[in-house]
Nanobody, 120 residues
Framework: QVQLVESGGGWVQAGGSLTLSCTSSDHNFGAYAMGWFRQAPGKEREFVARIRWTGGNLVYADSVKGRFTISRDNAENTLYLQMNSLKTEDTAVYYC?????????????WGQGTQVTVSS
């Protein structure tokens, strides 16, 4: 059973930065595109960013474009999300997920989430 474990969440003031990590137990981690999602209280889960297995073809939600950077280290089975210029509206639980077929439409394995809280 493949597991994804997020870490790096926490509390930060608006304008600050955080880096989230997602470590996979899958030795085939490098074969899959991966994504980050988030869910704020009372809202539906939303897409944040996506990266192909090669580390390219980066896709971002408009709300985070220019502030967040997704990256990966396939040798370490780890996905990252660098978050800069954080805003209070970025407060959410952040999840990483595996893109099963690499098309950005089916994510089959999810982490447990890590809380990010941005205060004004």
């Amino acid at each position: 059973q493949v597991q994804l474990v997020e870490s790096g969440g926490g509390w930060v003031q608006a304008g600050g930065s955080l880096t989230l990590s997602c470590t996979s137990s899958d030795h085939n981690f490098g074969a899959y595109a991966m994504g980050w999602f988030r869910q704020a209280p009372g809202k539906e889960r939303e897409f944040v960013a996506r990266i192909r297995w090669t580390g390219g073809n980066l896709v971002y939600a408009d709300s985070v474009k220019g502030r967040f950077t997704i990256s990966r280290d396939n040798a370490e089975n780890t996905l990252y999300l660098q978050m800069n210029s954080l805003k209070t509206e970025d407060t959410a639980v952040y999840y990483c997920a595996r893109d099963r077929v690499g098309l950005g439409v089916e994510y089959d394995i999810w982490g447990q989430g890590t809380q990010v809280t941005v205060s004004s």
